[in-house]
């Protein structure tokens, strides 16, 4: 059987992929990319789209059944603002709907099919959620589901999002919690396929989320994660040396996280279990048909 299909949804503008970009990091899209590749070398090619750029030209439906599969990153929209940039996801997400092609939400991801599925985003009267996710926590059918096979019941995760998931839609499957957002991880059936979400971002590497620091460094200062720009620097500097050093056991035990995101293996289950669980047996049962 031929390679399987995937189509990585990038939610960010063409600005925004630039100023990561600028501070150290790579456009979502491409990192998503990269990481499907490595984890299923040879085994699936990749494609991207550009839905919130200007002028994008958003696949239908027989563009889309073309694929076995849907992966969406993260992005810096707010979903409750509108603009073309959003509406038009929204319109690719409910014409995917109307496809069987599986389909994977990270942080903006899941935000973005909650919406297009009839539930609703909200800013978090939390606050931001930043850096590692903490004790995040499987709910009863969490802890049978597939996106969790080989997980920790309660582990951390990369993190970055200001909003949350306020109401999930109607037949949705809460898969797991924190004290930080009540929806960290949804199975969401709509339409004639299945998606899955989670708040994190299993596809992350260190050196990510420590260019993600550097671009968000007036916010957090301003939101009191960090008393002041030298304190900052060292938890990039962290960041940047477990990306170098993923076994130190001593910066480990100082930030609190262990091989749920340390090892690259379990960092990505969630993804590397959607393709294994969702993408690989619909596409056997496509060519079949």
């Not at 999002?161 to 109607?170: A, G, I, K, M, S």
């Not at 960041?239 to 379990?266: C, M, Q, T, Y």
Request: proline share 5%.
């Amino acid at each position: 059987m031929s390679a399987a299909r995937l189509l990585v949804v990038e939610g960010n503008t063409a600005e925004a992929r630039a100023r990561q970009v600028a501070f150290g990091g790579q456009a979502a899209s491409e990192g998503y990319a990269q990481l499907l590749r490595e984890l299923f070398p040879g085994a699936v090619t990749v494609d991207i789209c550009y839905p919130a750029d200007a002028g994008a030209n958003l696949s239908d439906a027989g563009g889309i059944e073309g694929y076995d599969g849907i992966a969406i990153t993260g992005s810096s929209l707010n979903i409750y603002h509108g603009g073309p940039e959003i509406t038009q996801q929204i319109e690719l997400m409910r014409t995917a709907f109307t496809t069987d092609v599986p389909i994977f939400g990270s942080c903006w991801g899941l935000q973005l099919l909650t919406v297009a599925a009839g539930g609703a985003v909200r800013r978090n009267p939390r606050g931001r959620e930043v850096g590692f996710g903490r004790r995040i926590r499987m709910t009863a059918e969490g802890a049978e589901h597939p996106i969790f096979d080989g997980k920790p019941a309660v582990f951390e995760a990369m993190t970055v999002h200001l909003d949350e998931v306020e109401t999930l839609p109607e037949g949705a499957r809460l898969l797991a919690s924190n004290d930080h957002s009540v929806v960290q991880a949804a199975e969401i059936p709509v339409g004639r396929t299945t998606c899955w979400g989670v708040q994190y971002h299993p596809e992350y590497p260190f050196r990510e989320m420590a260019a993600i620091f550097r671009r968000l460094q007036p916010s957090l200062m301003a939101e009191g994660f960090f008393a002041d720009e030298d304190e900052e620097a060292a938890f990039i500097a962290d960041l940047e040396h477990f990306e170098r050093d993923p076994g130190n056991a001593s910066l480990a035990w100082r930030h609190g996280i262990d091989g749920a995101v340390i090892r690259k293996d379990v960092r990505t289950l969630e993804i590397a279990n959607w393709i294994t669980h969702q993408v690989l047996p619909g596409r056997a049962r496509r060519s079949r048909g």
